[in-house]
Structures are given as C-alpha cells and as structure tokens.
C-alpha cells in the first residue's frame, strides 16, 4: 500500500518528517508521494508529486491511502470530500512514535498526532483531524473532523469541540465547555466558557470578535 499526503507546503513536509522519525509508520508504506494542485507534477524532496487530475491518471483507490495536510480547516474539509467523492481512502491514524493515546480514546481515519501529543481516556478525535507537537486533551472529549489543533494546545476534560475548528498556539479550552463548529481560536486564547459556532476568539478571557464569514485562517 502506498501513501499520498495531500499537500506539500509546511504542513504535508511535517507529516513527510513524522513517517521518517517513525519506523513503525514509515515501514507501512511501499511509497510515499505528494499531492499538490498549486503545483505541477514532477518530483518533491525525493517523492513523486502531482495534481489530483494526475494522481487519478497512476493510483486506483486500493492501492493508497490519502492523509490531509492543509493548515486550513476549510480546506481540510473540501479535500476530504474531494477524496471520498473520488473513491480514496484516508489512511488509518499516524501517530509519531513519541505521541501517547490511552487504550480507551478512539481515533478516526485520517487523524495525525506529532510528537508529545497526548490523548486521555474516552476521548473522540474525529476524521481527518491534525493536533500539532506537545498539545495534550484531556479525557472524555468530543473532538470534530477536520480540525486543526495547533501546537501547545491544552483542552481540558469533557470538553466538545465542532467540525472545522481552528485552535491557535498556545490556546487553552476549560473543562465541560463547548467550543462550536467553524470557529477560530486564535493564538493564546483562554476559553471560559462555550464558545457559539462560526465566531472568531481573542484574548485571555477568550471573547468573540468577529464573524468567521471568509473561513480563512491564513491571509
């Protein structure tokens, strides 16, 4: 089986790194290749790299599996059904040798853990999900697809998170609050209290500022 990794700016070389640092996941791969619509195909830090039009032309669905790697929620989220409505599959959880998940948390396909990273018990990561280096959440959490979960990121016990998420560097989320879907947190945040879906946060006490109308974390 081979692997795609459907980006290849800083996050798709972050997951290029992780599959190299863990030979637990790299030895999972026959090759690993690029996916990139900005870019024409040809060859990228040793690999193959091509538009989706031309990954279709060489990979029938059985023989890779996909992995998202877009900083953007939004853009997550349009791969991820541009992928499913192609017939693809993402690939199971990769998780770098140094991330911990308890035994009873439940991570769905496509999600990637970076080193330090830890899931507590009964907690939910949802497809297509991506939690940077040394963010930690608690237990019983609800996380949603397609999220991006920068790094240090602290969530504390029986926390919700919606579908769509952005949360900065350094953000931290209270205990059983609900943080809704297409929200962004923005870097250092300290959320409270629930945070209602689409808004845009700031500050420590976390406070909507804005409507999150453009779905665009980076200009």
């Avoid at 016990?157 to 609900?178: E, K, L, M, P, Y």
Wanted: overall charge negative.
């Amino acid at each position: 089986m081979n692997i795609a990794i459907y980006g290849s700016g800083g996050a798709g070389k972050e997951v290029y790194d992780l599959l190299q640092e863990t030979p637990e996941e790299r030895t999972k791969w026959e090759e690993i290749v690029f996916i990139d619509d900005t870019a024409p195909s040809g060859e990228y830090w040793g690999c193959r790299r091509f538009t989706f039009e031309d990954f279709q032309k060489v990979f029938i669905p059985g023989q890779v599996r996909i992995v998202i790697a877009v900083g953007e929620p939004k853009a997550r989220q349009d791969l991820y059904e541009r992928v499913q409505a192609a017939g693809y599959a993402l690939t199971p959880p990769i998780l770098h040798r140094l991330a911990f998940v308890s035994d009873s948390a439940r991570l769905e396909d496509g999600v990637v853990l970076q080193d330090g990273v830890r899931v507590s018990p009964e907690t939910v990561l949802g497809a297509n999900t991506f939690v940077n280096h040394r963010s930690m959440i608690g237990h019983n959490c609800v996380i949603g697809k397609n999220c991006q979960i920068s790094a240090n990121v602290m969530i504390a016990g029986c926390v919700t998170v919606g579908d769509t998420v952005f949360a900065g560097v350094s953000s931290c989320i209270r205990d059983h609050t609900t943080v809704g879907e297409h929200t962004i947190l923005s870097m250092g945040s300290v959320v409270l209290k629930d945070v209602r879906p689409w808004k845009i946060v700031l500050g420590n006490p976390a406070r909507e500022i804005a409507e999150n109308k453009d779905e665009r974390v980076f200009d």
